[in-house]
């Protein structure tokens, strides 16, 4: 059975920061491309960082670089996202996604098979 479940997300003021995590079952996931999405109500789903397999490649959207840092723990089956100097417009429903089988660097909701069920992210200013 696949599951990846998302938790961290919450309320904070601008300028603070949150860590996002992603538990993912199934043995698979060393193997596993990962990336982190969010989305807000009548946009779509945008592409925040990604990164490979062995965590030694990262990408990044260029809404973030610089204030979110993506990483994982391949021995807990966990995807991190660091989120740090929030702003307003980084408010969205965060979801974690996975392509099992697959080394890419991808920002395309395409190219992912699995999807968690998100964990909100509201920043006031």
């Known amino acids: 059975q696949v599951q990846l479940v998302e938790s961290g997300g919450g309320s904070v003021q601008a300028g603070g920061a949150l860590r996002l995590s992603c538990v993912v079952t199934g043995n698979w996931y060393s193997g596993a491309s990962m990336a982190w999405f969010r989305q807000v109500p009548g946009k779509e789903r945008e592409g925040v960082a990604s990164?490979?397999?062995?965590?030694?490649?990262?990408q990044y959207a260029d809404s973030v670089k610089g204030r979110f840092t993506i990483s994982r723990d391949n021995a807990k089956n966990t995807l991190y996202l660091q989120m740090n100097t929030l702003k307003p417009e980084d408010t969205a429903m965060y979801y974690c996604a996975a392509r099992p089988q697959l080394a890419i660097l991808a920002l395309d909701s395409h190219v992912y098979w699995y999807w968690g069920q998100g964990t909100p992210v509201t920043v006031s200013s």
């Open positions: 990164i490979y397999p062995t965590g030694a490649l990262t």
